[in-house]
């Protein structure tokens, strides 16, 4: 049976969330660990594993944003998979963005936010 192969990254594999809705955004990408693989497989939704805290990670547990996983998909080499969500809630980006990737290179070199902030993070994770 091909399943990820978590001991090529000690223990944890990149995890990319994709929106299933068009245009098919990359949402974010995360690491998980198997722990946090088998509690997305149990729940349906997406749980990944946060190398700060050294902890599972429940995407929306503060913010609500939840991701129900749709379908899963695996790189060739096991060690990669990509989740494809229903991003539940205004953004995947704790920054308050629908992507985390909402910076972009101009031609100078700099980056710049290409995106609309879709909620103010001060008020989704402000009561901390």
């Known amino acids: 049976m091909f399943r990820p192969d978590f001991e090529k990254g ?20 995360a690491f998980m660990n198997e722990e946090a693989w088998l509690e997305t497989l149990r729940t349906g939704c997406a749980v990944y594993y946060s190398r700060s805290r050294k902890k599972l990670w429940r995407k929306g547990e503060e913010s609500g944003h939840v991701q129900r996983v749709r379908e ?5 080499y096991g060690d990669s998979l990509l989740l494809i969500v229903e991003q539940i809630g205004d953004a995947a980006c704790h920054e308050g963005y629908l992507s985390c990737f909402h910076r972009r290179l101009r031609p100078d070199g700099e980056y710049e936010v290409a995106d609309e902030r ?11």
């Open 10 to 29: 000690s223990g944890l594999i990149r995890a990319i969330a994709q929106d299933i809705d068009p245009p098919h955004d990359v949402l974010m990408d």
């Open 72 to 76: 899963i998909r695996i790189n060739c």
């Open 118 to 128: 879709v909620f103010d993070p001060k008020e989704v994770y402000g009561k901390h």
